[in-house]
């Protein structure tokens, strides 16, 4: 669905393959010994995991593969609500290579992460992360109706990824 779920799912699976959760604010020296699994993660976007072999001595070498989690989606922009013709819009950016096309008048949900703020027990204001994952349909990218459009508007039809 977005990054913050895929990385989060992925912990998941690495944690019951018996990987160790690193910290980027602890040095990993003392911590990562031949035949361990680790991983940590960057702004819960982003994930390294690594296995150290069982064989291995500094010197040795080590091989990386790489991958993604991100995928071509519409961004929420911050304070981005509006009001007109009597229906509350969202402004998005585009993130990605999407076939944009494909995104008009379907059903979409919305999922991501929030910041929440909230107050603790002794009262202090403190922001936090939440994701959220709503699978019913909760909002739309419109067209304007075919019949409403000349033949030449619908040949010259553009995404607008500004606006």
């Known amino acids: 669905p977005d990054p913050y779920h895929a990385v989060e799912n ?5 944690e019951e393959a018996g990987f160790a959760r690193l910290s980027k604010r602890e040095p990993f020296a003392e911590k990562v ?9 960057v702004n819960r ?4 995991a690594f296995g150290v ?10 091989k990386i593969i ?11 922009k911050p304070r981005s609500k509006r009001s007109a013709s009597g229906c509350v819009q969202l402004g998005v950016e585009c993130y990605g290579g999407g076939l944009w096309h494909t995104w008009f008048d379907r059903d979409l949900g919305i999922s991501g992460r929030v910041l929440v703020r909230t107050k603790t027990e002794e009262g202090k204001e403190t922001v936090k992360q939440q994701f959220v994952k709503v699978d019913q349909p909760v909002a739309r990218v ?7 459009q000349t033949a030449e508007e619908r040949r ?3 995404v607008n990824k500004e606006e």
């Open 156 to 158: 010259a039809f553009k």
């Open 45 to 48: 976007t982003t994930l390294v």
């Open 142 to 148: 419109s067209t304007l109706c075919i019949h409403l």
């Open 10 to 14: 992925m912990i998941g699976r690495l």
């Open 66 to 76: 790489g991958g993604h989690t991100d995928s071509p989606n519409l961004k929420v």
């Open 53 to 62: 072999g069982s064989n291995y001595k500094p010197g040795n070498g080590f």
């Open 33 to 41: 010994v031949p035949g361990g699994k680790y991983f940590y993660t």
